[in-house]
């Protein structure tokens, strides 16, 4: 049977696909450290022949149903591409989130470098609720709750934090939210520590 040219491309697009929304799900759950495009085009394409080997079996189902059904074939061809790509990179980044394979080598007593490439970004990436205290370069401290509203830079060329709460101690140590203050930003030259505290 002679493949359209229209066919040749949109299967192409479907091999190719896979591979980077693998890689942008991944990185979303990881932070990853910058790569050339051509190492880029490597992983994508890597992670496209992992999927395809993982769905091989469901693409030849769908094969079955081309000559009969080829409007509801390519609608399913592109939503399970889609949602398969999907399942796969979301168990990928949760593997790598956990430490799952690093933590396995090391039962072995064998050592991996870690895959998230520093510390901030191992801190930042835990996507965890804490307390938090930023000392900044001129020593004054501030006092702030960092969760689902704050945020912390991924890229490794800046470096700045926003907290979406910010508080006060009085003289019993206890913390006392500012309520005028909807949040603070602070930049990375006037980051020195970030404290992150344990408890209620």
């Not at 890597?46 to 769908?62: P, R, V």
């Not at 094969?63 to 080829?70: A, D, G, L, M, R």
Request: glycine letters at 4%; proline letters at 3%.
């Amino acid at each position: 049977m002679l493949i359209e040219s229209f066919d040749v491309l949109f299967y192409t697009a479907i091999f190719v696909l896979p591979g980077f929304i693998i890689n942008e799900i991944v990185s979303a759950f990881n932070p990853t450290p910058k790569i050339s495009e051509g190492v880029l085009l490597l992983k994508c394409l890597l992670y496209s022949i992992l999927h395809c080997a993982l769905w091989s079996w469901m693409y030849k189902l769908l094969f079955t149903i081309e000559s009969k059904y080829p409007n509801t074939y390519w609608a399913l061809l592109v939503v399970t591409t889609i949602l398969a790509a999907s399942i796969v990179a979301v168990i990928m980044g949760l593997i790598q989130q956990k430490q799952i394979v690093r933590s396995i080598f090391s039962h072995f007593n064998l050592h991996i470098s870690h895959s998230i490439p520093n510390s901030w970004d191992y801190c930042f990436s835990k996507s965890e609720s804490s307390w938090v205290i930023v000392t900044l370069v001129d020593d004054k401290m501030i006092y702030g709750w960092f969760s689902t509203k704050s945020f912390a830079s991924s890229d490794s060329d800046e470096r700045d934090i926003f907290i979406e709460r910010i508080y006060s101690i009085d003289d019993n140590n206890n913390w006392i939210e500012n309520k005028s203050i909807e949040g603070i930003y602070i930049p990375k030259e006037q980051i020195k520590t970030i404290e992150f505290l344990k408890g209620n």
